[in-house]
């Protein structure tokens, strides 16, 4: 896939999005956030003047190193950040999957559900 528009979003409280000055045509889409996979939605049909509802991103976390693959290399940074909360010298926040500002079990557990898992390219 080539990309033909790249942008850089940022969600709403509610989770919504706004592509502005896209034009009206089929597409498929993709998002990627810090420490996730990629997903990819395609064929949404965008139609000038209207929303275009349904597109929606299941973001899966655990990818500490941003490869787009988790592996490893995600287990050592959160294994070397374990225990660590903002602020202290082990704080890593690439393994800090859930946005709690420590590193724990509950960012073990996400890493642990999604290894081995890639994103989409």
Do not use: C, H
């Not at 000055?21 to 889409?29: H, S, V």
């Not at 050592?76 to 800090?96: F, M, Q, T």
């Amino acid at each position: 896939t080539i990309p033909i528009k790249i942008f850089q979003m940022v969600t709403g409280s509610d989770g919504e999005y706004v592509f502005p000055f896209l034009e009206p045509g089929t597409y498929d889409l993709t998002a990627k956030a810090a420490n996730s996979l990629r997903q990819k939605v395609t064929d949404v049909v965008v139609t000038a003047g209207q929303e275009t509802a349904g597109v929606n991103f299941d973001l899966l976390f655990g990818d500490a190193d941003n490869d787009n693959y988790i592996d490893y290399k995600d287990r050592n940074i959160l294994k070397e950040s374990y225990g660590a909360a903002l602020g202290s010298p082990e704080w890593d926040a690439r393994a800090d999957f859930d946005k709690d500002n420590i590193i724990d079990y509950k960012d073990r557990n996400i890493l642990k559900n999604n290894y081995g898992l890639s994103g989409q390219p």
